[in-house]
């Protein structure tokens, strides 16, 4: 059973002892402050009472409190675990006062085990204490809210693990003490920061611990505070742990009681969001890491996609015998057949002499024509290379060749019909007679032309 004793009957007992007490947490009094032509006040209330103000992301004060801020404009925000942060844009005047409720509603379920303690000593009572962090977000309370008073108890119990500790100072965050420490299960670990280093740590057996069940986040008593942090979980995963070249992967994380999280692939920062989804095409083999850190842990999730890179081809004519036969201008064979062809993995296609092709396969069909032009015998192999290749830096080249044979010939002319032969039975005579009696006649004509 906790021991509740009053502030009032404290200092009574303090009075009667002789003992002059400065009771912690009192940064400001609550007496308001004068007016003064240079600053504005800002008299700012908050519950629980416990709670701390930073004023334009720096610590100002513990507890309700007037402050006194130059003019202009000021975020003020209202900060205590296990509570939702509450901001506040002001706009000061000088000599002017106004008034801010900050009543912070409870946020979070509650906490269970295993648990560790942690308890800080040697350092005044209103100093910060932050686990993993030292961001507003990574508060957790004052040591006074987390050391052994003697009027009740004051704990920090926290998720078995390792955990970052910084005691800032009060108002100015100069770093008092930090360390990383090691939270055992149902043990108490003591922090004397005065000490020597191999003195500074010390665990004792908490046997409390294990008699607990659940825990509200923050409950706090006139001289009593339970400060029960909540472990922070993330999970990260892809639906695809190996994929080619440009295919889509779907990356997925959650986090729950993070202050920060950030999620990398290739140390690249993809996304800063405590859970989300994104689709990603990755050109090469990829490496996503999501990190996720609150007051109650550090916890890194990773997950790797492979990236097959590699591009495969093939290339094969249906025959690769061809026949061409031309004479003069006109061809009177000439083969045609189809040029099959494949690639995987690949977005640009290309088939020398066709030219540039898409799909991922195809089979044009070609007709092959000599490269000679002049009559005579052809012979020739004509070779075809397809050459693939990915965004990814992959590459593939296939050949494939086709052997044309055959003729060019000159246009054929027709030749002359020779005169008819004579029977081999008949005489010459009558074609000797003919002839002479032509010959005769030619003479005489040529004399009556003479004589006129």
């Known amino acids: 059973m906790k021991v509740q004793i009053s ?64 003019p202009g404009e000021h975020k003020i925000t209202v900060y205590n675990y296990g509570y939702k942060p509450e901001t506040h844009n002001v706009t000061v005047k000088a000599g002017e006062r106004q008034e801010v409720e900050a009543r912070l509603q409870p946020a979070g379920e509650p906490v269970s085990g295993p648990w560790g303690r942690i308890q800080i000593e040697r350092v005044r009572g209103d100093a910060l204490v932050f686990l993993n962090g ?3 977000e990574f508060f957790v309370g004052h040591v006074d809210e987390m050391n052994n008073e003697i009027f009740g108890d004051q704990a920090l119990i926290v998720p078995v693990g390792k955990q970052q500790v910084h005691v800032l100072e009060n108002r ?12 055992k299960e149902n ?31 923050f409950e706090a008593g006139t001289a009593s505070a339970a400060i029960a942090v909540a472990p922070v979980k993330s999970k990260l995963a892809v639906d695809h ?24 692939a290739n140390d690249a920062p993809l996304a800063y969001t405590v859970a989300g989804a994104v689709e990603q095409r990755p050109l090469q083999t990829t490496k996503y890491e999501f990190h996720a850190a609150g007051p109650g842990g550090i916890v890194n999730s990773e997950a790797t996609v492979n990236v097959d890179n590699s591009v495969k081809t093939s290339l094969s004519p249906a025959t690769s015998e061809q026949r061409y036969i031309k004479v003069g201008d ?11 062809w494949t690639a995987t993995n690949a977005d640009s296609v290309k088939i020398d002499p066709l030219g540039v092709v898409t799909g991922a396969n195809g ?44 003729s060019i010939g000159p246009e054929q002319v027709a030749a002359a019909e020779p005169p008819p032969e004579l029977p081999e039975t008949a005489s010459p005579l009558p074609l000797l007679a003919l002839t002479g009696l032509l ?12 004589i006129k």
């Open 439 to 450: 010959f005769l006649g030619t003479g005489g004509i040529l004399k009556r032309t003479r």
């Open 330 to 340: 006109k061809v009177q064979e000439q083969g045609v057949t189809e040029l099959k």
């Open 187 to 217: 043990q108490r670990l003591i922090i004397y920061t005065t000490y020597p280093p191999n003195e500074q740590l010390v665990y004792k057996n908490w046997p409390e611990g294990a008699k607990l069940s659940q825990l509200k986040r």
């Open 241 to 264: 742990t190996d994929v080619q070249c440009n295919e889509p992967v779907k990356v997925s994380w959650d986090s729950t009681d993070a202050a920060h999280t950030i999620i990398k």
């Open 134 to 136: 030292t961001t507003p």
């Open 363 to 406: 089979n044009p069909t070609i007709q092959i024509s000599p490269e000679k032009d002049s009559p005579g015998p052809v012979d020739e192999t004509h070779t075809y290379k397809i050459t693939a290749t990915n965004i990814c830096g992959g590459s593939a080249t296939s050949v494939a060749t086709v052997h044309l044979t055959g």
């Open 172 to 183: 100015t965050e100069k770093e008092i003490w930090a360390g990383t420490v090691e939270v």
């Open 7 to 70: 502030r009032a009957l404290a200092i009574s007992l303090l009075t009667v002892a002789g003992t002059n007490l400065s009771l912690p947490g009192n940064a400001q009094s609550d007496t308001p402050a004068s007016n003064s032509p240079e600053t504005g006040q800002v008299r700012v209330h908050v519950s629980p009472e416990e709670a701390y103000i930073w004023v334009d992301d720096k610590a100002t004060s513990h507890r309700s409190s007037t402050l006194k801020l130059a």
